[in-house]
């Protein structure tokens, strides 16, 4: 069942949420980490915080700082809170930007400047009109676009000195369609896998008590060193490393109401009411050493009987000692394989164990070791009284019919004993169809096909008229 | 052994010597026995040991004096000494056999089958496997004896045949409890009567039924009872069910010591003890015949067979039936005349029975939703079981009596309806030693975990999906099952003989335990149909269909004669629907249920196959459909497939923007099984199983079907088409937090942030927290 869903989705080898995008894997982004470590720790927050702030060193100073005191592999978190912090462009002092600019540029300048991550951020500032033109140029410089190629100067130089020294007449700007060109792909997908993730926005919010015309660069409300506190005061570190230290790498995206799927209601069949059981105790087995004469004399008696014909009194000690036990019949020694030493010989003996062996499961094979035993007077007598007494199987009293006639159609060579035995199959059958034992249609073909055959025998013709009365 | 070698008549008199001698011991042994005292009679047993080494018998009785002499604590050891003699006895009857077949007839060698007998260790080993609750592997021992049952004495009979309807009902195996039932009501020709006969002994004695049935008037209940029951009804009445109240009325009773004409407790006799009376045998074949059809959920014939078993228990041992009548009250969800019925039939009084006593009520107050009473309930009838097992000298009677497990699994239903996961789970796990195999525990300890999980209380947060769960296919059926171990496993969960703390990743292996049983569940339902043939009748058919088949059906007819055979049918079909549709249901929780861990789990291709299994089950519940196209959304929102994952949603979609209704009330119904017996008592439906499960009512769903469309259409920039979609979301689902974020998220995107604003404040569910780092200069 679970294969057929497969066809649906690429196969569980091709399973792309398992095996990271390459470009989870150049952010060094595995799949299911532990969320605290999507966040920036404190130590890495105040870090940051300071090189934000030292607008006065060389840039590339402060970028090889930056590498000796951030471990490699946190590179990709510290760069999408940068990132966020970038898209509000008045949380930055305009230093602060160029040199978080900057580390996000160094942190995938081993690459080629498409293939960093970040590019799509750098892309949308060097474009957009309302950062100022310095900003966008360093942004230039930095993608190494057209003839900005001056990167490596410029990091020489503090970033207050950069902007101081910048000269906005000497560039031109190009258009946010020609630089996405550009850098192709890469500026587009988001750091995510799934789409829900892939369309999220940043979380930051606008504050709805802070006055939207409010210039928080304004020196009017920032604290001043040990000056009194103001009401709307606020400041610019601690909202920064406030929003450092709890940025994660997943930004707002709309969410997906996932029910949980309701309590398994309970039948009345699952609460368990209890019933006593009987006392079942273990079984003490009283046939220890027990007697183990139960049915001796009839058992020496029936072995006797497969020899010779019982006397009358003889064969009344089976009979009573067979009704007072009714469960002896079945340790009397006789199997299906003595059954027809027995018929032979006794044939009111057999009659009477078969009638009590009637109900059990393995009547089956006394029936068998009976129908395929030689034909005879007494076999056949037995199987008479038998139809009497019990209901037999239609099946087993079909088959030895058919055996019956067949016996006496391959008695040819003795005719003598051959007439004998047509003469018993027939008084036999005539009794069977009179007492309703059989259903003349199931065998008329056969037995009238027996009737003809053996016309010359006065039974045979007398059956056969009797078959011709029924029809 | 003697007879076997003695051919000469020398050797046959020192037989008989040693005969009278041997048989002298045995008989001491079994009266030692008898009177329990095993030391003595394992004395004698050694004795007899050294008389006649080897000896089947003596080892079994050996084993058997010996295994209660250590107070029932081996049952491992008893069941190997079972095995071995029931192997001796084998071998040394096929070896008997072959000689009495070669010996010439003329050698007066006659052999008795009786020493080499080994249907007593079977019976046995089946006794001993029933007290160890495992009852399938009890029916299934007793099973080739059954087939042989008309060669053996009828006392051992009579054993065989009560462990295996006792056996059956545990299993709660309609069919096989049947063929058997058939068979004794035949053999033992107890008549149970036509069903005139019934009729017209009912009509007779109807004014006795009709008081024992007000039992107010009822001779057999004593003044006492009588006013515990005024007071519990009056209670019951004020609808002040309070266990307090019944318990005192319980105590008040105990105190008042034993009171001249309350029926007699009968239940503990063993069978052994149990004159075999053909009335006795009557009335329990008559109860069993109440129970059958209660297991079969046949109430209304129920009903008259439980009144014609109290009017052949009168003045007799009714406890039984009381009980039994208690129960189908309880089923008629008529829970105050359950209450009366039970206090009724005396088994509180009892030490054996007063752990089912308190089992039952607890039942009953769960069903009318009083969780508290029900859980003190639960509790005490545990303590009793407990009090039961420290009793010295241990009988193996209370290890089988000892239904601890059972009610263990009570309280852990009681503990989740009561949102207790942790403890339900505990209990789940406990009991799971005897349900392992019922695939409901697993959705049940999956349930545990998810509702954990929801209330925060895993340790871990989400673990690695795949590090944490070892996959084994199973391949091929029959002799041809393999298991296949699949690579990059670890062995965390498996074999591990604790169970391992509740986590979404154990949920996970639970359903598919569930799954898989389920599954094994159905197959097995078409071999039962082929095995059926416990029936002698039917295996004599199996074996000789050339021998004739009209016979056989006949005689099968006969066995089964005893009830109305066409009742008796539609009741075991009508029983067999309820089952199927139960596994129904339950196959569509597990799946539902699969792929909200999966989604949890962040493993939307499982949970996508998972959906769709669930979606493809025939005659799936709206209820389910409706979570299975959700999640399947879902997931393939998350496989970046959201064209598929809008068609999903798209099915329940009327017209352009708006949704049908995804479920109705009455799908919850059906669901829930409520069916509308008579029930004499009109209860407030809100109360007990209908509260029981807290879900999406319908328009909330279909709420829910807004959110998630306008979720999927703001992924897709469709911002316009998704903003109204929202608003019907949030107009339905006002404080729900994903339809809100979602909202935000679409007003930002359409450029009103204050208006994402205004919904942060509205939305009740938000709180502003103050920033948590501070790094100060």
């Known amino acids: 069942m679970a294969s057929e869903d497969f066809t649906e989705v690429p196969k569980p080898s091709e399973d792309f949420t398992e095996v990271p995008k390459p470009s989870e894997c150049e952010r060094g982004l595995a799949q299911h980490e532990d969320p605290s470590m999507m966040i920036m720790n404190k130590e890495e927050t105040a870090i940051l915080l300071s090189l934000l702030k030292s607008d006065l060193r060389p840039i590339d100073d402060v970028l090889s700082e930056f590498s000796s005191k951030i471990s490699r592999s946190r590179n990709f978190i510290v760069c999408s809170s940068l990132s966020v912090l970038l898209q509000d462009l008045v949380l930055l002092r305009g230093t602060d930007r160029i040199i978080a600019f900057a580390i996000m540029y160094h942190c995938y300048s081993s690459q080629k400047p498409s293939s960093n991550p970040f590019v799509s951020d750098m892309i949308t500032a060097a474009c957009n009109e309302q950062v100022e033109k310095s900003e966008r140029a360093f942004l230039l410089h930095l993608l190494q676009w057209n003839s900005y190629d001056n990167a490596k100067e410029i990091l020489k130089q503090s970033a207050a000195d950069y902007i101081k020294s910048f000269d906005p007449s000497t560039h031109d700007f190009p258009e946010l369609g020609e630089l996405q060109r550009e850098y192709g792909d890469k500026a587009d997908p988001g750091p995510s896998s799934h789409i829900f993730a892939e369309y999220s926005l940043s979380k930051l919010l606008h504050d709805p008590d802070v006055p939207r015309g409010c210039d928080p660069n304004s020196p009017e409300f920032d604290v001043q060193p040990g000056g009194n506190f103001k009401i709307g005061s606020g400041d610019r570190d601690e909202a920064i490393s406030g929003i450092l230290g709890s940025l994660t790498l997943k930004g707002l995206g709309p969410r997906w109401i996932r029910p949980c799927p309701p309590r398994f209601p309970v039948y009345q069949s699952e609460l368990l009411w209890i019933d006593p059981d009987n006392k079942h105790e273990l079984v003490w087995d009283d046939k220890m050493c027990a007697d183990t004469s139960r049915g001796a004399t009839v058992r020496d008696l029936l072995v006797k009987g497969l020899k010779v014909t019982l006397s009358p009194t003889e064969q009344e000690v089976i009979t009573t000692e067979l009704a007072n036990d009714p469960k002896l019949v079945y340790h009397c020694g006789i199997t299906p394989r003595k059954l027809p030493q027995l018929v032979e010989h006794n044939p009111q003996i057999a009659v009477e164990i078969l009638t009590k062996l009637i109900n059990s499961p393995e009547i089956v094979d006394y029936f068998t070791a009976l129908v395929s035993m030689d034909m005879s007077l007494h076999s056949m007598e037995v199987v008479n009284r038998l139809t009497t007494a019990v209901e037999l199987p239609k099946e087993f009293i079909r088959m030895y019919i058919t055996n019956c006639i067949s016996s006496c159609e391959n008695a040819k060579q003795d005719k003598y004993m051959q007439n004998r035995l047509v003469r018993l199959v027939c008084v036999f059958l005539q009794s069977l169809i009179r007492n309703n034992i059989i259903d003349v249609k199931d065998l008329f073909i056969e037995v009238q096909a027996f009737c003809i055959e053996f016309s010359r025998i006065r039974e045979a013709a007398g059956l056969f008229r009797l078959l011709k009365s029924l029809e | 052994m003697d007879s076997l070698s003695s051919s000469d008549a020398s050797a046959r008199d020192e037989d008989s010597v040693v005969l009278s001698v041997t048989s002298a011991l045995a008989k001491d042994a079994l009266s030692y026995f008898q009177s329990a005292k095993f030391a003595e009679c394992i004395d004698i047993l050694n004795q007899l040991n050294h008389k006649k080494p080897h000896d089947p018998k003596v080892l079994h009785n050996m084993a058997i004096a010996e295994y209660i002499r250590d107070g029932c604590s081996n049952a491992k050891e008893l069941l190997e000494a079972l095995n071995y003699v029931k192997k001796q006895s084998e071998e040394l009857a096929a070896a008997a056999k072959e000689q009495g077949e070669a010996a010439t007839p003329g050698t007066n060698v006659s052999v008795s089958k009786d020493q080499f007998d080994s249907s007593v260790s079977i019976l046995n080993m089946a006794v001993t496997w029933f007290h160890l609750h495992e009852y399938t592997k009890?029916?299934?021992?007793?099973?080739?004896?059954?087939?042989?049952?008309?060669?053996?004495?009828?006392?051992?009979?009579?054993?065989?045949?009560?462990?295996?309807?006792?056996?059956?009902?545990?299993?709660?195996?309609?069919?096989?409890?049947?063929?058997?039932?058939?068979?004794?009501?035949?053999?033992?020709?107890?008549?149970?009567?036509?069903?005139?006969?019934?009729?017209?002994?009912?009509?007779?004695?109807?004014?006795?039924?009709?008081?024992?049935?007000?039992?107010?008037?009822?001779?057999?209940?004593?003044?006492?009872?009588?006013?515990?029951?005024?007071?519990?009804?009056?209670?019951?009445?004020?609808?002040?069910?309070?266990?307090?109240?019944?318990?005192?009325?319980?105590?008040?009773?105990?105190?008042?010591?034993?009171?001249?004409?309350?029926?007699?407790?009968?239940?503990?006799?063993?069978?052994?003890?149990?004159?075999?009376?053909?009335?006795?045998?009557?009335?329990?074949?008559?109860?069993?015949?109440?129970?059958?059809?209660?297991?079969?959920?046949?109430?209304?014939?129920?009903?008259?067979?439980?009144?014609?078993?109290?009017?052949?228990?009168?003045?007799?041992?009714?406890?039984?039936?009381?009980?039994?009548?208690?129960?189908?009250?309880?089923?008629?969800?008529?829970?105050?005349?359950?209450?009366?019925?039970?206090?009724?039939?005396?088994?509180?009084?009892?030490?054996?029975?007063?752990?089912?006593?308190?089992?039952?009520?607890?039942?009953?107050?769960?069903?009318?939703?009083?969780?508290?009473?029900?859980?003190?309930?639960?509790?005490?009838?545990?303590?009793?079981?407990?009090?039961?097992?420290?009793?010295?000298?241990?009988?193996?009677?209370?290890?089988?009596?000892?239904?601890?497990?059972?009610?263990?699994?009570?309280?852990?239903?009681?503990?989740?309806?009561?949102?207790?996961?942790?403890?339900?789970?505990?209990?789940?796990?406990?009991?799971?030693?005897?349900?392992?195999?019922?695939?409901?525990?697993?959705?049940?300890?999956?349930?545990?975990?998810?509702?954990?999980?929801?209330?925060?209380?895993?340790?871990?947060?989400?673990?690695?999906?795949?590090?944490?769960?070892?996959?084994?296919?199973?391949?091929?059926?029959?002799?041809?099952?393999?298991?296949?171990?699949?690579?990059?496993?670890?062995?965390?969960?498996?074999?591990?003989?604790?169970?391992?703390?509740?986590?979404?990743?154990?949920?996970?292996?639970?359903?598919?335990?569930?799954?898989?049983?389920?599954?094994?569940?159905?197959?097995?339902?078409?071999?039962?149909?082929?095995?059926?043939?416990?029936?002698?009748?039917?295996?004599?058919?199996?074996?000789s269909s050339d021998h004739g088949e009209a016979n056989t059906n006949s005689d099968l007819k006969e066995a089964k004669g005893g009830m109305n055979q066409a009742i008796i049918q539609s009741s075991l079909s009508a029983f067999k629907d309820i089952k199927t549709r139960e596994n129904q249901f339950a196959k569509q929780a597990l799946f539902a249920n699969m792929a909200y861990v999966e989604l949890e789990l962040e493993n939307p291709i499982k949970a996508l196959s998972a959906a769709n299994s669930l979606l493809q089950l025939p005659d799936c519940s709206k209820i389910y459909a409706f979570l299975g196209h959700l999640y399947a959304a879902e997931a393939l929102c998350l496989l970046n497939r959201p064209v598929d994952a809008g068609a999903h949603l798209s099915a329940y979609l009327l017209g352009q923007d708006d949704f049908n209704m995804p479920f109705g009330q009455e799908d919850f119904d059906q669901w829930r099984m409520n069916v509308s017996y008579d029930c004499e008592e009109t209860w407030d439906s809100s109360t007990g199983n209908a509260r029981d499960s807290v879900f999406l009512k319908p328009e909330e769903s279909r709420g829910t079907l807004f959110a998630d469309l306008a979720a999927l259409l703001a992924t897709q920039g469709h911002y316009d088409q998704a903003k109204p979609l929202i608003a019907h979301a949030l107009s339905i689902l006002q404080n729900n937090v994903e339809a809100t974020v979602t909202a935000i998220y679409i007003d930002l995107m359409l450029g009103s942030s204050q208006d994402a604003l205004a919904r942060l404040k509205q939305c009740t569910r938000v709180s502003f927290v103050p920033g948590t780092l501070e790094v100060r200069r």
């Open chain 2, 138 to 543: 009890s029916l299934s021992i007793l099973q080739p004896l059954y087939q042989n049952i008309l060669r053996l004495d009828e006392t051992i009979v009579h054993q065989i045949c009560f462990l295996l309807l006792d056996s059956a009902l545990a299993c709660r195996d309609a069919v096989k409890f049947l063929t058997v039932f058939g068979y004794m009501e035949k053999t033992f020709g107890v008549g149970l009567g036509s069903q005139e006969e019934n009729g017209s002994t009912m009509q007779l004695s109807s004014n006795q039924v009709s008081k024992t049935s007000s039992l107010l008037s009822s001779s057999v209940v004593s003044d006492t009872l009588k006013s515990d029951l005024t007071a519990v009804e009056s209670s019951l009445c004020e609808e002040n069910l309070d266990y307090d109240n019944v318990l005192a009325e319980i105590e008040a009773e105990k105190r008042m010591k034993h009171v001249g004409h309350i029926p007699t407790n009968n239940l503990l006799k063993t069978l052994g003890e149990r004159s075999i009376l053909s009335v006795d045998l009557k009335l329990e074949l008559q109860l069993y015949k109440v129970r059958f059809l209660l297991l079969t959920r046949n109430l209304k014939l129920a009903k008259r067979e439980v009144k014609h078993a109290m009017n052949i228990a009168q003045k007799r041992d009714s406890s039984m039936a009381l009980l039994l009548k208690s129960q189908l009250e309880y089923a008629l969800g008529n829970h105050r005349k359950a209450i009366k019925l039970l206090l009724v039939s005396g088994i509180q009084k009892d030490a054996g029975t007063s752990g089912i006593f308190n089992n039952n009520l607890g039942c009953i107050y769960y069903q009318l939703g009083k969780y508290q009473t029900s859980a003190t309930l639960f509790s005490k009838a545990l303590r009793d079981g407990t009090s039961l097992r420290k009793e010295k000298p241990v009988k193996l009677f209370s290890l089988s009596q000892d239904k601890s497990l059972l009610i263990t699994y009570n309280l852990g239903i009681l503990y989740l309806a009561c949102g207790k996961p942790l403890l339900a789970a505990r209990c789940f796990q406990e009991a799971s030693l005897v349900f392992y195999r019922q695939p409901l525990i697993w959705l049940r300890i999956a349930e545990c975990c998810t509702m954990a999980h929801q209330k925060g209380l895993l340790e871990e947060g989400i673990t690695s999906s795949d590090r944490s769960e070892m996959r084994v296919h199973v391949i091929g059926k029959g002799k041809w099952r393999k298991l296949m171990m699949e690579e990059n496993g670890s062995v965390e969960l498996a074999g591990s003989a604790k169970w391992p703390k509740l986590s979404l990743a154990l949920a996970r292996v639970c359903l598919s335990n569930g799954l898989y049983l389920l599954s094994g569940l159905n197959d097995s339902k078409s071999d039962l149909q082929s095995t059926l043939p416990l029936d002698i009748d039917e295996t004599k058919e199996a074996s």
